[in-house]
Each structure stands twice: as structure tokens, then as C-alpha cells.
């Protein structure tokens, strides 16, 4: 369930638990289709028998496609009703920490630390946690950077 917040009361977030999102499988399909769309075929992400004998076991997501459903997996945590339109603003750290595993499910993990007005909008530093179900090590830590702007 998402936290709903209005643009005033977001402006005074700190310290807000976000929660966790759904499980969400990363399918060889959505790892070849990045592939595609970045032009990065390594052996790695897209070639399932010379991955078999790789160091994985078998073939993994890019550490960019990981990052690219943060939008998926953190955007249904946080309602701002009053809100018109939300843009990415950038990443204050990122570490990709484990490889994700083509069929295996992630979820996210947010934490809004803080917001400051900027730009006519907000501002929002979120501290977000890739888990890997299963797995001990999560496949990304980030400190994401996003802007609001009310109505």
C-alpha cells in the first residue's frame, strides 16, 4: 500500500518509510529487450549457453535494466495527489552489489530521507534497496534524486 502525501506535507518529509514493493520478475525477454535498446549484446545478458558455463550459471540483466525499473518499482510507494508532474533528477549514489539472474524477482525497499524546494518543485532524496528474492546481497543501493511540482 502507498504512502499518500500531499505537496505540503511532502515538503516536510524527513524520515518517511516507504515501504516495499511488489516482486517483480526479470524475464530473458525484458533482458534481451535492453539489450536491444542499448545496443549492449554482451554474452553475458544474452547468450544462454555460453552463460550456462559463465560465472553466473546463466544469464543476467544489465546492471542498467536494474536501475531502469526503480521507476516500476518505487513509483507505486508514494501518492502525491496534488502533485502534476514528478521528472527524474539524477542519482546521488548508486552501487549495483549482485547480479540479477534472468527469472529472478526483485522487489524495491524506499526510504524518503529528506526534500528541499528546487526549481518551483521538491526535491526528493529516496535511499532505495534492490532485493533479490532469495538472495542475501541485494542487487542495488541508491540514493535517487526526483522533482514534484504541484498544481
Known amino acids: 500500500?502507498?504512502?499518500?502525501?500531499?505537496?505540503?506535507?511532502?515538503?516536510?518529509?524527513?524520515d518517511v518509510d516507504l515501504g516495499v514493493?511488489?516482486?517483480?520478475?526479470?524475464?530473458?525477454?525484458?533482458?534481451?529487450?535492453?539489450?536491444?535498446?542499448?545496443?549492449?549484446?554482451?554474452?553475458?545478458?544474452?547468450?544462454?549457453?555460453?552463460a550456462a558455463e559463465g560465472p553466473?550459471?546463466?544469464?543476467?540483466?544489465?546492471?542498467y535494466l536494474t536501475l531502469?525499473?526503480?521507476?516500476?518499482?518505487?513509483?507505486?510507494?508514494?501518492?502525491?495527489?496534488d502533485a502534476v508532474m514528478?521528472?527524474?533528477?539524477g542519482l546521488d549514489r548508486l552501487r549495483l552489489t549482485a547480479p540479477v539472474?534472468?527469472?529472478?524477482?526483485?522487489?524495491?525497499?524506499a526510504h524518503l530521507t529528506d526534500t528541499e524546494p528546487r526549481g518551483g518543485g521538491l526535491l526528493c532524496r529516496v535511499e532505495v534497496t534492490v532485493e533479490i528474492e532469495d538472495q542475501d546481497r541485494p542487487a542495488l543501493v541508491a540514493t535517487t534524486l526526483s522533482l514534484r511540482y504541484g498544481g
Not at 1 to 14: I, P, Q, S, W, Y
Not at 101 to 109: F, P
Open 1 to 14: 500500500m502507498a504512502v499518500t502525501m500531499t505537496m505540503a506535507e511532502l515538503a516536510e518529509g524527513r
Open 21 to 50: 514493493s511488489d516482486w517483480l520478475e526479470v524475464t530473458q525477454a525484458m533482458i534481451d529487450g535492453f539489450a536491444d535498446a542499448t545496443l549492449d549484446h554482451q554474452w553475458i545478458h544474452v547468450d544462454a549457453q555460453r
Open 56 to 63: 553466473f550459471g546463466t544469464t543476467i540483466a544489465h546492471g
Open 68 to 81: 531502469s525499473l526503480l521507476p516500476v518499482l518505487v513509483g507505486g510507494l508514494l501518492e502525491v495527489p
Open 86 to 89: 514528478g521528472v527524474n533528477y
Open 101 to 109: 539472474t534472468s527469472g529472478s524477482r526483485v522487489r524495491a525497499r
